[in-house]
């Protein structure tokens, strides 16, 4: 696809003269699941963000032209090619960015795209899960050490999904939920795909609930509208692993 893209330089708060500057394209899917708090991170450090927006018009980037990949979430399931055509197109994107070494990181429904890119099948999840509950790491999960670190409390995280992805071939299965398996793996060093949100702000949460207040139904792995707004109290937390993750992308 074409190239042309204009990037949005974002000046930094935080510059720090030996820190590497990263050109970070983005795939987002629809307006109300966007970077949240990526986009703050990527401010504060003078990243360099462009983005393809399937809402609005299909154009990709060329894999010289960034360092890392981010697929963001989004209400559509993978295999819904007939009602999203892009979806063909934007598999195919991914894959090229694995198989060249990118840094890629896979949120909710980009995580199960990379998983589908990886050969792995996703399916719809034991329990369809909605709100603030905790991931536990799995005996895998200790290496990487890094990412072990980052979850051997059992924080308590973001989530929204009712399908989820088989871990692929050669990936490590990192971590688990009271209601589903396989909510988090990577892949090398380069490739990770997290099934919950991590990036979520009080704004994008708000989107979130104005967007998808009909998926609340009585479950017990759904929460009220009330109890995901008592819940914020963890966006903190959230971010901070959060940031945590970008930060592996420098390396």
């Known amino acids: 696809m074409a190239k042309d893209l204009t990037p949005t330089v974002i000046i930094g708060t935080k510059i720090n003269s030996i820190m590497k500057t990263l050109r970070i394209h ?6 109300f699941e966007g970077l949240g708090y990526i986009e703050t991170w990527a401010s504060e450090y003078a990243h360099i963000l462009t983005a393809t927006k399937f809402y609005e018009k299909t154009i990709f980037p060329e894999l010289s032209d960034f360092d890392c990949l981010i697929v963001m979430g989004g209400p559509m399931g993978v295999y819904d090619e007939d009602n999203f055509q892009w979806l063909k197109e934007e598999k195919m994107f991914i894959k090229k960015a694995i198989k060249a070494g990118k840094k890629v990181v896979g949120i909710c429904l980009g995580a199960q795209l990379i998983a589908a890119c990886l050969g792995a099948k996703v399916v719809a999840a034991e329990n369809k899960e909605i709100g603030w509950f ?3 790491p799995t005996e895998e999960c200790k290496s990487p050490t890094w990412f072990y670190e980052l979850f051997k409390d059992n924080p308590i995280v973001f989530h929204w999904h009712g399908d989820q992805f088989e871990i692929p071939n050669n ?3 990192l971590l688990v939920s009271e209601a589903n398996t396989n909510q988090a793996f990577c892949y090398g060093e380069n490739v990770i795909g997290l099934q919950f949100h991590l990036e979520v702000t009080e704004q994008t949460t708000a989107l ?3 967007n998808g207040v009909n998926e609340l139904t009585k479950s017990p792995f759904i929460q009220a509208i009330s109890d995901i707004q008592l819940g914020k109290q963890h966006i903190g937390h959230c ?5 945590a993750v970008l930060e592996k992308l420098k390396e």
Do not use: A, D, G
Request: glycine fraction near 0%.
């Open 26 to 31: 983005y795939l987002q899917h629809v307006p």
């Open 134 to 136: 905790p991931v536990f």
């Open 171 to 173: 990936c490590s299965n």
């Open 208 to 210: 979130m609930l104005n």
């Open 239 to 243: 971010n901070k692993i959060m940031k």
